[in-house]
């Protein structure tokens, strides 16, 4: 069966700087027609910060969307032109402070793809050292260590609650033979 739908127009309605919000009128495969709303993203990165006594480095950070604070992976949204593994060493140093010696990239995936093109970039960064922070003047973020098996049970705690901190967590725990 042909699932494929074929984009008839395609109409911009918003362009801000982290998204651009397009309206696509799309062919289906019956042959009837119908809208798709796409949030066009430039792709981000997330970091698993793991020193060597296995302590977790994450932020916490106000989301305005959900209207409170999350704990989460250090992240950040790509440049344009930008390779996913220099925007991870810059947001590290940004959210952390720390430098990592160490880079290995575990995984991608697409955030949301339903209404959204985000790629995100996974990395974990080890044999860290102390740097300095270096914020985002609208950026607002403190830096909280734990433990990878506390990470862990905040999960289910409903303490981490974020797609992309569940993953990373989730993979690093499976990753260290932990479960």
Same mark, same amino acid.
Request: hydrophobic content about 40%; some cysteine.
């Given at each position: 069966? @042909?699932?494929?739908?074929?984009?008839?127009?395609?109409?911009?309605?918003?362009?801000?700087?982290?998204? #651009?919000?397009?309206?696509?009128?799309?062919?289906?495969?019956?042959?009837?027609? =119908?809208?798709?709303?796409?949030?066009?993203?430039?792709?981000?990165?997330?970091?698993?910060?793991?020193?060597?006594?296995?302590?977790? *480095?994450?932020?916490?950070? !106000?989301? #305005?969307?959900?209207?409170?604070?999350?704990?989460?992976?250090?992240?950040?949204?790509?440049?344009?032109?930008? @390779?996913?593994?220099?925007?991870?060493?810059?947001?590290?140093?940004?959210?952390?402070?720390?430098?990592?010696?160490? *880079?290995?990239?575990?995984?991608? !995936?697409? =955030?949301?793809?339903?209404?959204? $093109?985000?790629?995100?970039?996974?990395?974990?960064?080890?044999?860290? =050292?102390?740097?300095?922070? @270096?914020? $985002? /003047? $609208?950026?607002?973020?403190?830096?909280?260590?734990?433990?990878?098996?506390?990470? *862990? /049970?905040?999960?289910?705690?409903?303490?981490?609650? $974020?797609? #992309? =901190?569940? +993953?990373? +967590? /989730? !993979?690093? !725990?499976?990753?260290?033979?932990?479960?």
């Amino acid at each position: 069966m @042909n699932f494929e739908e074929k984009t008839i127009a395609s109409e911009q309605i918003f362009s801000g700087r982290i998204v #651009k919000l397009r309206v696509d009128t799309v062919e289906l495969p019956n042959g009837k027609t =119908s809208t798709r709303e796409i949030v066009e993203h430039a792709g981000a990165v997330g970091i698993l910060p793991l020193d060597d006594e296995e302590m977790l *480095w994450l932020v916490r950070q !106000y989301r #305005k969307p959900l209207e409170r604070v999350l704990l989460e992976i250090p992240a950040g949204t790509l440049e344009p032109g930008e @390779n996913p593994q220099d925007c991870a060493i810059r947001e590290l140093e940004e959210e952390t402070g720390l430098h990592a010696g160490q *880079w290995e990239r575990i995984l991608g !995936y697409h =955030s949301a793809p339903g209404f959204c $093109d985000e790629y995100l970039h996974l990395y974990l960064a080890r044999e860290l =050292s102390p740097g300095k922070m @270096n914020l $985002d /003047q $609208d950026e607002f973020v403190q830096p909280v260590k734990m433990p990878l098996e506390e990470a *862990w /049970q905040a999960i289910f705690a409903g303490e981490i609650v $974020d797609g #992309k =901190s569940i +993953i990373a +967590i /989730q !993979y690093l !725990y499976h990753l260290l033979g932990k479960k």
